[in-house]
């Protein structure tokens, strides 16, 4: 419970760093309001380093094939190894293809289905 506790603490703290440093630069790859509701869903995803072994990667769960169809190779082989900047950048391309059908159940508990 407390390691699960901490590693909640430090996908907040992420979070927020991210809000503050990168958002200005990231708002030139998406904007601003799709990263508000892409954080919401990466809340019900996972940790941005994420590697369980269940076929999902990083923050967004990106199955590995959807990761490289969708331009992630740019940045790393799998998500998990990209910075989370990149891995929302590539859930931005996936977004654009397909709205949030891939994100079913967080995107649904957000609101946004």
């Known amino acids: 419970m407390a390691s699960g ?7 907040a703290v992420v979070v927020l760093m ?15 309001w799709w990263y508000r509701q892409a954080m919401c869903v990466h809340r019900g995803e996972g940790a941005w380093n994420a ?17 490289v169809s969708n331009g992630g190779r740019r940045f790393a082989e799998y998500p998990h190894r ?11 391309w996936l977004w654009r293809r397909a709205g949030w ?3 079913p159940n967080t995107a649904r508990a957000c609101g946004l289905l």
């Open 18 to 32: 991210l809000a503050v440093t990168q958002t200005a630069g990231a708002n030139r790859y998406f904007p601003s």
């Open 82 to 92: 990209a910075t989370p900047v990149q891995q929302l950048i590539v859930a931005y």
């Open 5 to 11: 506790l901490r590693a909640a603490a430090l996908c």
């Open 51 to 67: 590697n369980t072994g269940n076929g999902f990667y990083g923050g967004m769960q990106f199955m590995h094939g959807t990761w």
């Open 101 to 103: 059908r891939p994100w």
